[in-house]
């Protein structure tokens, strides 16, 4: 009942805005080679779907995507069970980690296609540095969430320390790491679409947002682009979503929705 | 054979345990009992290897306890942090097993085995959030019971639970100790509790540092149940006894 209810008034909320946006560009407020009415942009995205060119474009990017977030992946949960576990190294690389991370990674890319042209390695490198943090931090603090009643109960089983990690520790930070990983996705698309935007050649998404952006009357273009990127993230969102409901049936705000 | 020489425990300059002296005879039920707060946890953690001690000793069959001491299982009252959820029942009573070198199908029927004992049969496949609390305690108590260990330490263990499910748990706790024969130590703030399931009870005074203020042996006759025992004159004056104690 719940469920649909939500279903129910999500789609209203999208019929209204699109709506919206059909009556502003209709009636004429704006003008429409900078507003095109939601419903060419929306024909246009549909078209997009039976184009070969612009499909290995986004085949593009959800590679960089998805090999950038891997190696954040492959980066941020080690070196955040390292720190999470062993205080003294936290404490030796917390004023390093506090100053890489509010540096925008946006305003990186130039700095980083200087170092490495603009091609593949770029974007991964981007992405991957971006979409560290969010899982870094998650596993740090799902590690010092672990109830030490939890790691108590199996030490007086006599288990070892390497036990109290893989056994208890380990289960009980997952679905922090998960959710982690969930921000972290977002911004990698995020990035993803950024630097090719900023690099404006090669393939991918962005390439066609940003080369699309340079055509007259290419706002269409642009907005149908846009549109597969929102796509694209509501995809890999509901996914995650989905995937840590299967897997952490226990956490507490899943508990009540089997 | 337990033993507790002196024992003083203290967090920082604050003095939680002072001088405890104590004997317990293998396959004895010992209950502890005192005020909340006054260091009975810190005691059982203590025995348990889980803290380190300061003043005094531990020791179990003349064996200095330094850390975890082999053959133990822990109890806790809070049956909700310490049950795995993301194990099924039947994986968190079999997880002890482990430590055993036992095989993947004899730690499972095992397990069954178990709880089979403490009338939880049929319910190892679902999860312990998917039970009641008096369930969970059952799940609790057949894990720390599935290796056989010589020493059992329980820490207000029906605390949490309603009258009625504490009974039902109280007399499962005798049957088990009755057919296993093995030495537990059960801390409770319940004085009624300590004499029904004790041979022996022993009150610590309020903190800090707490003392042992009575070690009262408990000679009830015949085989306990919950409404014939505690009619006993025998049950009302043990009671009193202890109440008085735990009162000061």
């Known amino acids: ?258 | 054979m337990l033993r507790l020489d002196s024992l003083g425990q203290r967090y920082g300059d604050h003095p939680v345990l002072r001088d405890i002296t104590l004997t317990v005879p293998d396959g004895q039920l010992l209950c502890v009992v005192g005020p909340s707060g006054c260091g009975k946890s810190t005691l059982l953690r203590t025995i348990a290897g889980l803290l380190p001690t300061r003043e005094g000793a531990v020791s179990i069959d003349g064996e200095p306890v330094t850390g975890v001491p082999d053959r133990l299982a822990v109890v806790f009252q809070d049956y909700g942090r310490s049950l795995f959820p993301w194990l099924s029942v039947r994986e968190n009573v079999a997880l002890p097993l482990r430590r055993r070198g036992l095989g993947r199908a004899e730690r499972r029927s095992e397990a069954e085995r178990m709880l089979e004992q403490v009338g939880l049969h049929g319910a190892g496949r679902r999860h312990p959030w998917q039970l009641s609390g008096g369930m969970q305690q059952r799940v609790a108590i057949a894990r720390a019971l599935v290796c056989r260990p010589s020493l059992l330490l329980m820490d207000e263990p029906f605390g949490s639970l309603d009258a009625q499910t504490r009974e039902d748990l109280e007399d499962l706790l005798l049957d088990v100790h009755r057919a296993e024969g093995t030495t537990i130590v059960f801390v409770t703030h319940d004085i009624d509790e300590s004499v029904y399931v004790g041979d022996r009870v022993v009150v610590l005074s309020a903190g800090p540092g707490a003392r042992v203020v009575l070690d009262l042996p408990v000679a009830l006759p015949g085989k306990r149940d919950q409404i014939g025992t505690r009619g006993l004159p025998e049950f009302v004056a043990l009671r009193a006894e202890v109440g008085r104690a735990v009162r000061g």
């Open chain 1, 1 to 258: 009942m719940r469920r649909r209810q939500e279903l129910l008034l999500g789609g209203l909320g999208v019929l209204l805005a699109f709506g919206l946006c059909e009556a502003v560009s209709r009636a004429g407020l704006v003008r429409r080679s900078y507003l095109p009415p939601a419903s060419e942009v929306l024909a246009r995205a549909v078209e997009l779907a039976g184009d070969s060119v612009f499909l290995e474009g986004v085949g593009a990017t959800v590679r960089v995507w998805a090999l950038g977030l891997g190696l954040a992946c492959a980066i941020a949960v080690p070196v955040g069970l390292l720190l999470g576990s062993v205080p003294l190294v936290d404490e030796a690389v917390r004023a390093i980690v506090e100053f890489l991370r509010p540096l925008p990674s946006v305003a990186l890319i130039p700095l980083v296609s200087l170092l490495l042209g603009s091609g593949t390695e770029t974007k991964v490198a981007l992405i991957t540095y971006a979409s560290v943090w969010p899982i870094l931090f998650n596993t740090i603090y799902g590690l010092g969430e672990t109830d030490p009643l939890a790691k108590d109960t199996l030490r007086a089983f006599g288990f070892g320390r390497l036990s109290v990690l893989v056994r208890v520790e380990l289960p009980a930070t997952a679905p922090f790491i998960a959710a982690g990983l969930r921000i972290s996705a977002a911004i990698a698309l995020i990035l993803a679409v950024a630097t090719e935007i900023l690099a404006g050649f090669g393939e991918g998404l962005g390439i066609f947002i940003a080369q699309s952006g340079l055509a007259t009357d290419g706002t269409r273009d642009v907005l149908a682009g846009v549109v597969w990127a929102g796509l694209l993230g509501l995809v890999i969102n509901s996914v995650l979503v989905w995937g840590e409901r299967r897997l952490f049936p226990w956490t507490p705000e899943h508990r009540g929705r089997r």
